[in-house]
């Protein structure tokens, strides 16, 4: 009889080695061995595969000068302790932490006859770690280390994957038309998949007619899928898992279950790791080990994919089996795998829409007090804007129309306001072209702030530029109102730099950006003392402006609040 050994190592590595019939082989850690394991718990020479005929025997040892002498940690068949064995098709032997199984070789297949559908890769070792469990929504998550019974799929194995005819003969055999049969379901109801969720933006409904789809393809008991927790940028921050959609079938009848048991450890694996993961026998596997939760609720078999895109992996989509004389296999990874991805795809997709749409809400509010480049700052990186309230060094610019109230009191309300709006659109403009923020609008006046919520050495300078700017301006404004039938406007302005708090101020309801504090108080005392087309600013603005703007010293000013005159310095701008 022809056979061979399948060969399971500690570090998941598999591989075979085909047994020819009066060859004897040696079994061990050292280089020279016939058959050679990665294993720290395998001698440097272990044991024998010797053969009577067709027949092949495992024996516990080697020779050496003519005796045998037996290994340290023995070798075990189907479980049990053997010095000898006849193996048999089937027989599980275990040497060390290798597994090695002995199997009849099949003849080999024609070529290019069917395709090669797993990288199968095993996760040895039980490591004998406690159970933890976490409840989420009657979905718990049990820690265990991975066992020996899992077979990995990668997303480019299932993007790859194709179905193919033998070369040799133009007709199929039994199993390529099994194979086909069996594909073309699959693509059916992944046909019916991407016409239903093509146009939903509920990821609960999303994930909805995942659940549902894998259950008609695939003999799943329970189906949980599972959205990660994300960062403020869209990024994963852990592996923290979230179920959006859970389901059951119990006597062919769906229903939702109220405490569902899962595996952590095989949920982070496969969302570190990038790989669709089978489990063949929750019962013999090392990572159920102790995991009460799990082995009571009569798990055979389990299949976890990811919700794997190129940017993002967005969760995980996990199934089960109990019945305890059936497992999946690996066409049901396949048709679980391919609904994962293109269950992400939809979801990426919605996740994008939606952020777009914060975005743009975001930037409309954004860019009605601060320049477009601070609002795409923002937008890129949120978390360099601090929000709640910060301490900065800022200027800040008030600015007042003179004798407006005479004005309001004689003319018509709709007049009143069209000026206030050609007014207020022309300071604003000139306030972002200086880099400044737009505060606030204060009935005829308004307030900036220069160096927040970015900061920068010029701050303080630009202040002073917006202020010259704005009454230049005002003069050309003036011309225009005049030939539309207003009257002449002329407005003061103060400024002051100094320390100020800066951030979100008011409720849960309803909050503005803004500053507060003794420098905002004093530019609005110097805008008070300020005459129609004067600007006055304190000596400490003139200072972190680099003293380049020329001024006329005024007589010390006496302000509420402050024992000492407070400097005052007129620009000369005309």
Not at 198 to 224: C, H, M, N, S
Not at 255 to 263: A, R
Request: glycine residues 8%; proline residues 3%.
């Amino acid at each position: 009889m022809s056979a061979l050994l399948q060969i399971t190592e500690p570090n998941g590595r598999i591989w075979e080695t085909n047994l020819v019939p009066g060859t004897v082989y040696s079994i061990g850690r050292a280089k020279e061995n016939d058959i050679v394991l990665n294993d720290r718990r395998v001698s440097r020479k272990h044991a024998r595969v010797t053969s009577d005929g067709d027949r092949f025997t495992i024996v516990d040892g080697y020779f050496e000068n003519g005796n045998l002498i037996r290994s340290v940690n023995h070798v075990f068949v189907n479980g049990a302790p053997m010095l000898e064995k006849k193996l048999e098709p089937g027989d599980a032997i275990i040497i060390g932490e290798s597994r090695l199984e002995f199997k009849a070789a099949e003849a080999p297949s024609p070529p290019d006859t069917l395709p090669e559908f797993m990288n199968r890769v095993v996760s040895g070792g039980n490591y004998g770690a406690e159970t933890v469990a976490d409840t989420t929504e009657g979905v718990n998550y049990d820690d265990k280390p991975l066992g020996h019974t899992q077979v990995q799929l990668s997303a480019n194995e299932i993007i790859g994957r194709q179905t193919h005819l033998s070369i040799e003969s133009t007709v199929a055999t039994a199993e390529e038309v099994k194979d086909l049969r069996r594909k073309a379901k699959m693509l059916e109801l992944l046909y019916e998949m991407s016409k239903s969720i093509g146009t939903v933006f509920d990821l609960k409904e999303i994930f909805q007619k995942a659940t549902d789809l894998i259950f008609r393809g695939t003999p799943a008991d329970r189906v949980v899928a599972l959205i990660a927790d994300e960062t403020i940028d869209g990024k994963i921050l852990d592996f923290s898992l979230f179920p959006i959609a859970v389901r059951t079938r119990e006597a062919s009848t769906d229903k939702v279950t109220e405490k569902l048991t899962i595996s952590r450890t095989i949920t982070q694996k496969v969302m570190r790791e990038k790989v669709a993961l089978l489990s063949q026998d929750a019962k013999t596997d090392a990572q159920f080990s102790g995991a009460e939760s799990i082995v009571s609720q009569g798990v055979r078999s389990t299949i976890c994919a990811p919700l794997i895109t190129e940017s993002n992996v967005h969760g995980v989509l996990y199934a089960d089996r109990l019945d305890p004389f059936a497992s999946f296999s690996a066409d049901h990874l396949e048709m679980i795998s391919a609904v994962a991805a293109q269950t992400a795809v939809t979801v990426e997709t919605v996740k994008a829409h939606k952020r777009l749409a914060r975005e743009e809400v975001a930037r409309a509010n954004y860019s009605r007090f601060m320049p477009e480049y601070v609002v795409k700052q923002l937008l890129e990186n949120p978390n360099s804007f601090r929000l709640g309230g910060v301490n900065q060094l800022v200027t800040v610019l008030f600015a007042d129309i003179r004798g407006f109230t005479a004005f309001s009191e004689k003319a018509k309300p709709e007049k009143v306001v069209g000026l206030l709006n050609r007014y207020f659109s022309v300071m604003t403009d000139i306030i972002f072209e200086h880099g400044g923020t737009l505060d606030k609008y204060i009935g005829d006046g308004l307030m900036a702030i220069f160096g927040a919520p970015t900061a920068t050495e010029e701050d303080a300078l630009n202040a002073v530029k917006a202020a010259v700017t704005m009454q230049k301006r005002l003069a050309t404004l003036n011309s225009e109102l005049s030939a539309e039938g207003y009257g002449q406007i002329s407005i003061g302005i103060g400024l002051h730099t100094g320390e100020a708090t800066i951030g979100y101020i008011g409720s849960d309801k309803r909050s503005e950006y803004t500053a507060i504090g003794d420098t905002v108080n004093l530019a609005s005392r110097l805008e008070s003392n300020a005459v129609g087309g004067q600007i006055l600013m304190s000596e400490a603005t003139a200072a972190a402006s680099g003293n380049l703007i020329p001024v006329n010293t005024l007589e010390p000013l006496t302000v509420k609040n402050r024992v000492q005159p407070v400097d005052v310095l007129e620009v000369r701008w005309s």
